[in-house]
């Protein structure tokens, strides 16, 4: 793997990360907003956030973000 590897001899590679909490949908919002905002696996996202996450914090900078996610059915989806 000579590219990932010349990527983390010249970026970092992160060895010793570990979950916050148990089940990982607390540790996805550790990572967005850096609190644990739930650890229910149901959470539809239907509440709205008190903190800012991430994203909201590159928008405020101008600065362009994409988000890469598998097994959604469609762009945009919401359900």
Known sequence: ???LNGLAAKY???TQY???VHPSIGNYFMLTTGKIETIDDAFTG???LSDDTI???LVKANK???CYAESLPSVGYLG
């Open 1 to 3: 793997m000579p590219y």
């Open 55 to 57: 994203v909201e914090e």
């Open 64 to 66: 362009s973000w994409r």
């Open 46 to 48: 239907t509440i709205p």
């Open 12 to 14: 970092g590679l992160a």
């Open 18 to 20: 570990y979950a916050d």
